[in-house]
């Protein structure tokens, strides 16, 4: 059984930092993709960032260059790691593991588990 378990989330002000973590469980870690995913209230659930099990890493454009996406394979830990935080950060952030498409991953549809997900909250 796939347990995805988020975790770092809270408030922060405009411009402050934040570091996701996902701890991974019942999944060969080093051997798939995994992602961040974010979702505003009344918005559809977006993907942040990609680190494929060969290490290739992709963000959102929108983000390149704030947030960093890497894993630590031995642990069986993702992390996302936010930088110059806005508001329009703002959301729920989930961890997504096993990649079901090899042309696309940034929609929810591309990934087949999923954690519980940690807030973010970014004030002005």
């Given at each position: 059984?796939?347990?995805?378990?988020?975790?770092?989330?809270?408030?922060?002000?405009?411009?402050g930092?934040?570091?996701?973590?996902?701890?991974?469980?019942?999944?060969?870690?080093?051997?798939?993709s995994?992602?961040?995913?974010?979702?505003?209230?009344?918005?559809?659930?977006?993907?942040?960032?990609?680190?494929?099990?060969?290490?290739?890493?992709?963000?959102?454009?929108?983000?390149?260059?704030?947030?960093?996406?890497?894993?630590?394979?031995?642990?069986?830990?993702?992390?996302?790691?936010?930088?110059?935080?806005?508001?329009?950060?703002?959301?729920?952030?989930?961890?997504?593991?096993?990649?079901?498409?090899?042309?696309?991953?940034?929609?929810?549809?591309?990934?087949?588990?999923?954690?519980?997900?940690?807030?973010?909250?970014?004030s002005?």
């Amino acid at each position: 059984q796939v347990r995805l378990v988020e975790s770092g989330g809270g408030s922060v002000q405009a411009g402050g930092s934040l570091k996701l973590s996902c701890a991974a469980s019942g999944v060969l870690f080093s051997w798939h993709s995994m992602a961040w995913f974010r979702q505003a209230p009344g918005k559809e659930r977006e993907g942040v960032a990609l680190i494929d099990g060969d290490g290739r890493i992709d963000y959102a454009d929108s983000l390149k260059g704030r947030f960093t996406i890497s894993r630590d394979n031995p642990k069986n830990t993702l992390y996302l790691q936010m930088n110059s935080l806005k508001p329009e950060d703002n959301g729920m952030y989930y961890c997504a593991a096993v990649r079901l498409s090899s042309s696309s991953w940034s929609t929810s549809s591309d990934f087949r588990h999923w954690g519980q997900g940690t807030q973010v909250t970014v004030s002005s």
